[in-house]
């Protein structure tokens, strides 16, 4: 896979997650759950975890707090979880998943921790 296409579906999956749902939900108010114990609502933690790197990966932690301090992983669950159609839920799935298995064997890594089947 080239970078290009890593691109393209990256920004896909930001494209579905900064549509009218997200003006809606700040219109609303609509926050990321802050508490300790907090479990995802549409997704597996596998797909939180991996959502969370990638979001790390383009808002990195520097002198100031990056994607994960921001709880961008836990937002985007809640998008999905109340704006998506359950067809848009199971594609953003089904490409998340994908960008998972692309950069595990490109870098050949655990960048995403260990991968369930």
């Keep these: 896979m080239d970078r290009r296409e890593t ?6 999956l930001l494209g579905y997650s900064l549509t009218a749902g997200t003006a809606t939900a700040f219109l ?3 926050k990321a759950s802050t508490s300790d114990d907090w479990k995802p609502t549409t997704l597996t933690e596998e797909e939180v975890n991996t959502l969370a790197e990638i ?8 002198d100031t707090p990056g994607a994960k301090d921001a709880l961008c992983h836990r937002y985007i669950d809640e998008m999905i979880t109340h704006f998506y159609t359950e067809d848009k839920r199971t594609y953003f799935k ?4 994908k960008i998972r298995s692309k950069v595990q064997r490109k870098i050949r890594s655990s960048f995403f921790g260990p991968q369930s089947k």
Excluded: Q
């Design 7 to 12: 691109l393209k579906t990256i920004s896909l």
């Design 94 to 97: 089904k490409e998340l998943k």
């Design 28 to 30: 609303n108010g609509c």
């Design 55 to 62: 979001c790390e990966a383009i808002l990195p932690k520097t």
